[in-house]
């Protein structure tokens, strides 16, 4: 059955040789851009528009036409190539078209397979004053490839499209592209084969605009890539509060030190354009791998941006459903005030039959688009449970077998798990919070009432004991996976109130020193950081690392700060809001466990300081906003299982390599 999509929502392609089928009712030209691993398009030789139809695995009309065939070999286009997004464009007046979408008939894009078979299509509603369009993308995900419906629009028509995917001098190569679109109507062949999908919605059959053969055209370069896996911020952003669209992600994603993996086999090999054709083979559904195959990447890298593309799939398909429910009631809504503003159907119950009409297609609406989430929600929990027990230590929930065999790591870590998001339409389908290390903004446990239920249902001293062991299981997760001797973690307990849920730390033997009591515990401590931080910062400007005092702990340090602000003066306070501010520069990070309004009494002064840090809840919340997609995630925190030692189990193994006693 051929999947009908909504703005936002991907479907899996069961086949790479495929055929893109456009009906715009009025002439447009296609084209196709082969992008990067950012979704940018390094050159012009990377994109196939009518005066330059054809790429390695892309083929483009040579004319504007009412009804295009675009072909696509994603076998055969370039392995530097992770997206192809087909665009649209309304040729200008001066060659005899119109200027924006509004004005015509929405554009109908269909998906095949290279025998015919209908598998996605979208009509793209939504469009005024654009003249430009991307009406689809094919992507690169887990070693296969999936489309996406786009739908976004451009008011600054073919050159506001090229720039926005990083091409230099757009208005010049979108003059070029649209001169090389002849002015007369393009030549329409007999009729062929068309979905039934398709015939349902289109009454005139599609035309061919077959592009006359050209020199083949050399690959494009391989673009540099990135370092490492995009930083996750949840999207995109995993781990923030405010992620920018991963994967916006994207509601785009934005990425630090790099972007996607790259999926594609290393031993695949491009098929060549003439090739005749294979027998088709019976379709199946592509397994779910763990991580891909990509070369080059650690094992936890791949993990890392499998995890990423699930939070990112999830994302989308969840706003599809969202959008798709949003456009039923709001047809609902518009059809029934016609029907009351109708006063000729008011007798003999037309009006009766019209809401009933209307409100049958308001839920045949809601039923296929519920069952379009169900069947996305129902691949990503498969992908779930092959994922969830492959992945390592770091990133893996305390009840993964993996801790029985922890060993302290000899590499540097890239991200640790500090729980768990999901959403409303399926709570049972959680994606790992996965954050990147090192830390670029602290952390802080709330052990206030906020707004959750959970919270709510607490008393104020079981609601404190839990963030405390919150925080303190953060922290075992966080030394374990670091090297020996390279993660210094120090406590502040002023009132020794957390004595108890501190046991796991102190007596493994994992502290840099005993818990500081006491306003004078509290004051040395921070004393102490805040020198180092003014060290680490003048040897970084200064250019003289090696000058720093003999005997200076060079690892990475965790203040765990429990009971704020109790035991804090002002100086106290400055100088935690320095730590929080200038620390994490210089490998120095916040763990605070703290309820806001007991620092009411300082007013709006800390006010920056709760803004810089990451708020973590003892109990699920959903206080992790998305502005990318517009979702609220609901944040669970990581649990130990009831009665189990593998905390403490982890933290002597993480005590005896720091002294040497191996493990």
Not at 208 to 227: E, I, L, M, Q
Not at 260 to 270: F, I, K, M, N
Not at 393 to 419: E, I, K, Q, T
């Amino acid at each position: 059955m051929t999947a009908e999509l909504v703005r936002g929502q991907n479907h899996p392609l069961p086949d790479t040789r495929l055929e893109i089928r456009v009906s715009a009712g009025h002439p447009v030209l296609a084209g196709a851009t082969l992008c990067d691993e950012q979704g940018r398009v390094p050159g012009v030789e990377w994109i196939a528009h009518p005066g330059s139809p054809s790429l390695p695995g892309v083929d483009v009309p040579r004319q504007a036409a009412a009804d295009h065939r675009l072909t696509v070999d994603l076998e055969a286009v370039p392995g530097a190539v992770h997206r192809v997004s087909v665009l649209l464009a309304l040729p200008g007046p001066r060659t005899g078209g119109t200027t924006r979408f509004g004005t015509v008939a929405a554009p109908f894009v269909a998906v095949t397979d290279h025998d015919g078979t209908a598998i996605a299509s979208y009509t793209i509603t939504g469009l005024d004053s654009e003249s430009a369009v991307v009406a689809l993308e094919l992507y690169r995900r887990q070693g296969s490839w999936k489309v996406r419906a786009m739908g976004q629009g451009y008011e600054g028509g073919l050159a506001a499209l090229l720039g926005d995917q990083g091409l230099e001098r757009p208005a010049d190569l979108a003059a070029s592209i649209l001169a090389a679109v002849a002015p007369e109507p393009a030549p329409v062949t007999a009729p062929q084969h068309v979905p039934e999908a398709e015939r349902v919605r289109r009454t005139a059959p599609a035309t061919a605009s077959d592009p006359a053969p050209t020199a083949p055209v050399t690959p494009p370069p391989t673009p540099a890539t990135g370092t490492g896996p995009g930083t996750g911020a949840p999207t995109p952003a995993m781990g923030s509060t405010t992620p920018t669209p991963a994967a916006g992600t994207s509601a785009s994603a934005s990425s630090a030190s790099g972007g996607p993996v790259d999926y594609s086999h290393p031993r695949r090999r491009a098929t060549p354009a003439s090739a005749p054709a294979p027998a088709p083979e019976p379709r199946q559904a592509p397994p779910t791998p763990v991580a891909g195959d990509a070369s080059g990447w650690s094992m936890d890298e791949r993990l890392y941006n499998q995890v990423w593309g699930m939070f990112e799939d999830l994302a989308r398909t969840a706003a599809a459903y969202r959008s798709a429910c949003d456009f039923a009631e709001s047809r609902l809504d518009r059809e029934l005030d016609e029907t009351l503003s109708d006063y000729r159907a008011r007798g003999g119950g037309a009006n009766d039959a019209a809401r009933t009409a209307a409100r049958a297609r308001h839920d045949e609406l809601v039923e296929r688009a519920r069952e379009v989430l169900d069947r996305d929600l129902a691949q990503l929990a498969a992908e779930s449970e092959v994922v969830e027990p492959a992945l390592p230590v770091a990133f893996a929930r305390w009840d993964n077998p993996v801790w029985h065999a922890y060993r302290v790591p000899d590499g540097d870590p890239m991200a640790v798990r500090l729980g768990d998001l999901h959403l409303p339409e399926r709570t049972d389908l959680r994606i790992p919070m996965l954050v990147r290390l090192p830390l670029e903004r602290g952390l802080w446990v709330d052990s206030g009432r906020g707004r959750s239920e959970a919270a709510g249902l607490l008393d104020e001293v079981e609601l404190r004991r839990l963030a405390l062991d919150s925080a303190v299981a953060h922290t075992a997760r966080l030394l374990a996976a670091h090297p020996a001797g390279q993660f210094t973690v120090h406590v502040v307990d002023p009132a020794g109130a957390g004595a108890a849920a501190l046991a796991p730390l102190v007596e493994t033997g994992v502290l840099a020193a005993p818990p500081a009591r006491g306003a004078a515990g509290v004051s040395a401590v921070l004393e102490q950081l805040t020198e180092r931080v003014d060290l680490l910062q003048m040897a970084l400007r200064a250019g003289a690392s090696d000058a720093l005092p003999p005997g200076l702990d060079t690892a990475r340090q965790l203040l765990l700060v429990h009971d704020f602000p109790h035991g804090f003066d002002d100086r106290a306070v400055t100088r935690l809001r320095y730590l929080a501010d200038e620390g994490p520069s210089v490998g120095v990070h916040l763990l605070m466990v703290a309820d806001r309004e007991d620092a009411s009494a300082y007013g709006p002064l800390l006010d920056p300081l709760w803004r810089s840090l990451l708020r973590l809840t003892p109990v699920p919340d959903d206080h992790l906003a998305d502005p990318w997609v517009g979702h609220a995630w609901s944040y669970e925190p990581p649990i130990l299982p009831p009665g189990s030692g593998v905390l403490r189990q982890v933290l002597a193994r993480v005590a005896a390599a720091r002294h040497g006693k191996g493990f």
